[in-house]
Every structure is written in structure tokens, then in C-alpha cells.
């Protein structure tokens, strides 16, 4: 859902090769000058990152409580109808609601990596503790 | 009526078989051993590796640790329990813990990686620059390890009586002490192989006695999760309609509050954030989150199973039948395997799972609290000076003392192994997810806001356990609560539901009126949310300061 916009240029374009770690001149990226919140982002890899969690969430809050509300409102049709042998409540409850909460987890995960790609970085996970932000410098590839 | 009575005093208030079985308690031990050697190949005596494990653990493995750290006592006995003495109200439990994990993925799990500490009240007291903050959010991981770790200590208990024959209080007090000289022991290094260790081994107990009820009743094949659709409804229709019946045991209002009570607990909770501490980067932090939700659900899905199941069996056994007692609910996991007449070695095996899932969760709040005292109270507070050996020593202490009170206090234990987890949750879920949830994501929270806010949260938390359990413990007023019109609003274990609102706007009106907090202080918040990679071993203070990584001990 968000492999097909191009937003400009990150914030953390020319700063970014100079992060040794232990610079002590080290200028501060843009993402640390910029607020948080959480309903007005302020960098589009925020935007693009609260899309993704808000849009999973409000998925996520029908899955949960989506069964119990249901079953308060139409009480007869959610326990009469048979589906599996089970009533329809019980198993969007017992079952349903744990299996879309996991499925949104993958959902969001995956939508995560592709900002990492998007946006350019790379969590690499070489060996000893010299990994880290010199090896995103290429822009690389996620994993 | 006399038949039964009989029955009923020779197979016990469990229901289990009693006296002692010479291979299920082979099973238990060798267990026990084998975790032992484990943490002992695996031992550790630096700081570092105590507390995070040095930070090198991968996705999956990270994965499982989640879950037998998460899989307790509660989860692998309670669930079941509270769906066959609750019904439809018992889901409320099934549908709490497992999905808070999503929560806990999209508003906090890679954003604390980021964070990169070691303890669960290092993040209060950073985020909200003030020690008293820090030693309040380490006082309530401590007594949330305590109110956790007394139901666990029920659940010991009971399996001790199936397993070694010993009565309930023996068994308490035998199963708690392994756990503790195990975690003194062992550091969490050795505890996160364990933990990978102990989900197999209960994931494995658990399924493979649902699997043979399932296969030896005809009443499931090869996907009992999907399968016992017939069965719940049997009971429905031919034993109990409440077994289905959508608010027969409780009302709407109290499912949502439970629900959500379990669901922020799950994200407020220290002993689970911290296996967030533990992982390589944040991109780990967030599929070991996936997949710990995975691995939780194999568990979760089972548990209604069972409870249809052992209802159903319970009808076919002399001296049981719906509604069953409690604690015959509490082992009604071990209880349908035995009902079902399955090889004693396997219904030890599912006992024995129960006693690995409550002494793996055990472990985690064991050295969550352990580091809150040495690391949060006694270094930052009482000697900053403190020498790693005086950190260890005091660590060690705590997880002792913790250990002797929680086992006295399961000795006569207040409430259902599920009811008393769920009250640690309504804590945590009220005192220390807001804090975290408002200190990640409103960089104005203010150290004003925070210690109002928590102090708010605890009051609520704290005033619905006491209006309920008092009377129980102190045997007053009939053990009805103090204030029943309260406790029908929060109740003990669901008092998040009203209690977390007034502490986020308690802690935004504070914070709104007292002066914002310094700027190093907001740029941590932005750099726990910055998509930029971090070394391994930075925290997100040292980017903001610009000191670089890999020497957390000395800042």
C-alpha cells in the first residue's frame, strides 16, 4: 500500500555517511529535530508509518471486540448460526480474534520492512557489534 | 448424594488421582534437571549478560522465549479453567492474552529496542528524567512480579499434588524452591535458552494431551482447534447453556473490561518488554514479536478445546460433573487428559508442562524485579557507586525474598490461578502502560504528568484488589467486597478499563501546566521512533548524545 508512492528525498540524506557512532561533531539527523505525534506526523517516513499502524489497528479493534459487540446486538443470529459446528460468536471469539490479531501482526511487520526498503535502510546483522549505521550508507537492501 | 460426598474425599478437591507416580515425577525432574543444566552451561556472571543476554538473540528463538516466558501457569492451566467454570466470559481471557501482542508490536516493541536499556523502569526514569519516577515504576514491577507469581504458586501446587503425591502447601513450597535456587543460579542468558527450551517442552505436553483426548474421544483429528466446534456446542445444548451462552456469567460491560484490562496489561508488563531488550535490532524486536504471537496462539486455541472436552468428560466421571469446583477448574487441563484415560506417563506429561510454564514465567518476573531492586532502587538510588558484585548480590536477595513471600501468600492463595494473574495485569496495565505509551509517543509528558499519572493508576488498581481480596484474606463482610457498587465498576481484575483513561488525562492535564522537559529528553523520544539503524549495543541515549555505542555499563 505504500510501495507506490515516492516521497522526496529522506531526511537523513547527507548527514547520514558520517555516522560513526562516535563522532563527536555528530549533526543531528532530522528525525531528531522533528516532533512526535502521534496524530500529526511531522516526516513522511512518519506519515507513511502511522498509516500503517492506525490502519492495522482499527482492523485489529473489530477483530477484538468486533465478536462480543456483534453478539450484544443481534444475540440470536450470532448464537443460532452454525458454522464449523460451532456458534457463529463462540468461534469468532475463541478463534477468530487471536487469528486476525496474529495475521494483522504479519500484515503490519511486512508493511514495516517495505518502509525500511523504501526509505533505505538496513538492519544488518553481521557479526561482532560493528554493524550498524555505516552499513546503510549504500541505501541497501533490507536483510 | 453420599456416593459422591465419598467419591469426592477419596479422588480429592482436584479430581486428580492422588498419591505419588514414580515415571510422571521422573518426567517433572528430568525437566527440571535439564533446565538446571541448561542455565548452568549458559550461566553468566556479568552484568550485562544478566540482564539482556548481550543482546545477541535472534527472531524465532527470541520468538519462544516470548512465549514460555508469557505462557504461565495462567495461560497453560487458567484459560482452560475460566472457559469451563466461565464460558463465553472465559474467551474474555483467551482474547486478551493473546491479542495484546499486536499493541505491543505497533506502539512499543522496536521503539524500546531503540530505547536500548536494560529494565522496564530505566525507560521511567530516563524518558521522565527523575529518580522518583524510576523507584516508583520499580516498586510496581516488584509488586507486580509478586501478585503474578502468587498464581503461579497455586499452579504448582496443584500439579504437585497429581505429580509427587504431596499435599497442596508441600508442594507449593517444593516447586517455588527449585524455581528460586534455579534463577539465583542462573542469569538470563542462561534463562533465554531455557526459555526456548521450556516452550517446546510445553507446547509439546499441552498439544500432544489435547491431540489424544481429541483422537482417543473421536472427538478431533489433526486440527482440534478447528474441530471441537460440535463439542462446544454439545454442551451448550446438553449440559450447560452458559457454556455459550453470550453474557449468562457476566455482562458486556465486564467482558470489554477484562479484555482490555488484559490487553494493555500485556503491553505494560516489564518482564515482557524486556525480551525486547534482548534482541539484535529493531527490525528482530518486531518479527520475535510475530512470532511469539504465533507460538502463544498454538497454546490459546487449544485451551477452549480442552474446556469443551473436559466438560463433556466430566459428565461420563463418577463424582465430577458441570459446574465444576475451582480448583477442579485450575487443573482441568490435567483433569480431561486423566478423565480420558490416557497413559499416566502423558497425563504426567501435561501435568509436568504445567510446572515448566509456571516456573519459566516465574524466572522472567523473578529477574525483572530482581534488576528493578538492584539496578533501579539500590544503583540509582541508594549507591551509585555500587560494584557489579554488590548489584549482583542485592539482585540475588531480591529474587530470595520475593520468592519466601510469594510462596507464603500461595499457600492459601485469595482467588482462581486466572484471577490473580489478571490482577497483576490490571497494575501494570493501568500504572505502566500509560507511561510508556505516553512517553514514546508525546514527547511533552512531563516528569509532573508521569508521577501523577502512575500514582493515579495505581490507587485505581490497587483500591479494586483491596475492595475485593481483603475480605477474603481477612475473612470480613462475608468476603463480599467493601464497596460493591465499586467493585462492579472496577472490578480487581478489570479495573484498566476505567482506570486508563483518567491516567492518560491526568497525566496530559499535569504535564499541559508544568513546564516541558528538556530537549535531550525529546530527542530521545525521536530517536526511539527514527527508521535509522542503530548499532547494536547503542541505546538511543548515547545517539542523542552523540557518545556512541557499545559500552552500556558505564552510562
Known amino acids: ?143 | 448424594m453420599t456416593a459422591t460426598a465419598d467419591l469426592l474425599v477419596q479422588i480429592g478437591d482436584t479430581g486428580l488421582e492422588p498419591g505419588f507416580k514414580p515415571i510422571p515425577a521422573a518426567i517433572t525432574v528430568g525437566m527440571l534437571l535439564l533446565f538446571l543444566g541448561v542455565g548452568y552451561v549458559f550461566r553468566v556472571a556479568e552484568v550485562d549478560d544478566l540482564w539482556v543476554a548481550g543482546r545477541g538473540i535472534g527472531n524465532i528463538e527470541n520468538g519462544m522465549a516470548i512465549g514460555a516466558n508469557w505462557m504461565s501457569a495462567a495461560s497453560y492451566l487458567a484459560v482452560a479453567s475460566l472457559v469451563a467454570l466461565s464460558g463465553y466470559f472465559g474467551l474474555a481471557y483467551l482474547v486478551g492474552w493473546t491479542t495484546g501482542y499486536f499493541v505491543l508490536l505497533i506502539f512499543m516493541a522496536a521503539q524500546f529496542r531503540r530505547f536500548g536499556k536494560y529494565t522496564a523502569p530505566d525507560f521511567v526514569g530516563d524518558r521522565f528524567y527523575s529518580d522518583g519516577a524510576r523507584a516508583v515504576a520499580a516498586f510496581t514491577t516488584l509488586l507486580i512480579g509478586f501478585v503474578y507469581a502468587v498464581g503461579q504458586g497455586r499452579g504448582m501446587g496443584l500439579m504437585s499434588i497429581y505429580l509427587f503425591g504431596t499435599d497442596y502447601a508441600t508442594g507449593v513450597i517444593l516447586l517455588m524452591g527449585i524455581t528460586i535456587g534455579y534463577v539465583a543460579l542462573s542469569g538470563m542468558l542462561g534463562a533465554t535458552k531455557n526459555m526456548a527450551l521450556q516452550y517446546v517442552i510445553l507446547i509439546i505436553a499441552f498439544l500432544a494431551g489435547l491431540y489424544a483426548v481429541g483422537w482417543t474421544q473421536g472427538y478431533s483429528t489433526v486440527l482440534p482447534y478447528l474441530e471441537f466446534g460440535d463439542e462446544a456446542t454439545r454442551v451448550a445444548n446438553t449440559i450447560a447453556a452458559e457454556f455459550t451462552a453470550p453474557f449468562a456469567n457476566a455482562s458486556y460491560y465486564q467482558w470489554v473490561a477484562l479484555a482490555f484490562t488484559l490487553i494493555v496489561g500485556t503491553a505494560g508488563l516489564p518482564h515482557v518488554l524486556v525480551r525486547f531488550y534482548t534482541v539484535e535490532n529493531e527490525r528482530t524486536a518486531r518479527w520475535s514479536c510475530v512470532w511469539g504471537l504465533f507460538f502463544i496462539c498454538l497454546l490459546y486455541w487449544g485451551t477452549a478445546a480442552y474446556a469443551a472436552f473436559g466438560t463433556l468428560l466430566g459428565e461420563q466421571t463418577p463424582g465430577l460433573s458441570y459446574p465444576f469446583t475451582g480448583e477442579q477448574g485450575d487443573v482441568m487441563v490435567v483433569l480431561t487428559a486423566q478423565m480420558a484415560n490416557l497413559p499416566q506417563w502423558l497425563v504426567g506429561l501435561v501435568a509436568a508442562g504445567g510446572v515448566a510454564a509456571a516456573l519459566a514465567t516465574v524466572a522472567g518476573l523473578f529477574i525483572a524485579g530482581s534488576s528493578a531492586a538492584a539496578h533501579d532502587l539500590y544503583t540509582n538510588i541508594v549507591n551509585e557507586d555500587a560494584t557489579q558484585r554488590q548489584q549482583l548480590v542485592v539482585g540475588r536477595v531480591t529474587i530470595v525474598l520475593l520468592g519466601i513471600l510469594v510462596t507464603l501468600t500461595a499457600i492459601n492463595p485469595p482467588a482462581l490461578i486466572g484471577e490473580l494473574v489478571s490482577m497483576a495485569f490490571a497494575i501494570s496495565g493501568s500504572v505502566l502502560f500509560p507511561m510508556f505509551f505516553l512517553g514514546l509517543w508525546w514527547e511533552n509528558t512531563t516528569r509532573e504528568g508521569a508521577l501523577a499519572g502512575m500514582f493515579t493508576g495505581l490507587a485505581f488498581s490497587t483500591f479494586g484488589i483491596v475492595n475485593e481480596v481483603l475480605p477474603t484474606i481477612a475473612g470480613i463482610n462475608q468476603g463480599e467486597p467493601l464497596v460493591p457498587a465499586a467493585a462492579a465498576v472496577i472490578p480487581a481484575t478489570s479495573s484498566a478499563l476505567v482506570a486508563v483513561p483518567v491516567v492518560f488525562l491526568v497525566t496530559i492535564a499535569v504535564s499541559l501546566v508544568t513546564e516541558d522537559p528538556p530537549t535531550e529528553v525529546k530527542r530521545l523520544v525521536r530517536q526511539c521512533h527514527s527508521p535509522e539503524p542503530m548499532q547494536r549495543m547503542e541505546s538511543a541515549e548515547d545517539v542523542v548524545s552523540g557518545s556512541g555505542g557499545g559500552t552500556p555499563g558505564d552510562d
Do not use: C
Not at chain 1, 494483522?104 to 526509505?119: C, H
Not at chain 1, 560493528?130 to 541505501?139: I, M, V
Open chain 1, 1 to 143: 500500500m505504500t510501495d507506490d508512492t515516492t516521497d522526496g528525498p529522506e531526511p537523513h540524506g547527507p548527514d547520514h555517511e558520517t555516522d560513526g557512532g562516535t563522532v563527536a561533531g555528530r549533526e543531528p539527523a532530522n528525525y531528531l529535530d522533528t516532533e512526535i505525534n502521534l496524530f500529526s506526523p511531522a516526516t513522511p517516513f512518519m506519515r507513511d508509518h502511522l498509516k500503517v499502524v492506525w490502519g492495522t489497528f482499527v482492523l485489529w479493534v473489530l477483530f477484538v471486540f468486533g465478536p462480543v459487540t456483534a453478539t450484544a446486538l443481534a444475540p440470536e443470529l450470532l448464537t443460532g448460526t452454525i458454522v464449523l459446528g460451532f456458534q457463529l460468536h463462540f468461534l469468532l471469539t475463541a478463534i477468530g480474534a487471536p487469528l486476525g490479531a496474529l495475521l494483522l501482526s504479519v500484515v503490519y511487520a511486512r508493511q514495516r520492512d517495505r518502509l525500511d526498503e523504501k526509505y533505505g535502510i538496513s538492519h544488518s546483522t553481521g557479526p561482532a557489534d560493528s554493524e550498524g549505521t555505516t552499513a546503510a550508507a549504500d541505501g541497501g537492501e533490507v536483510q
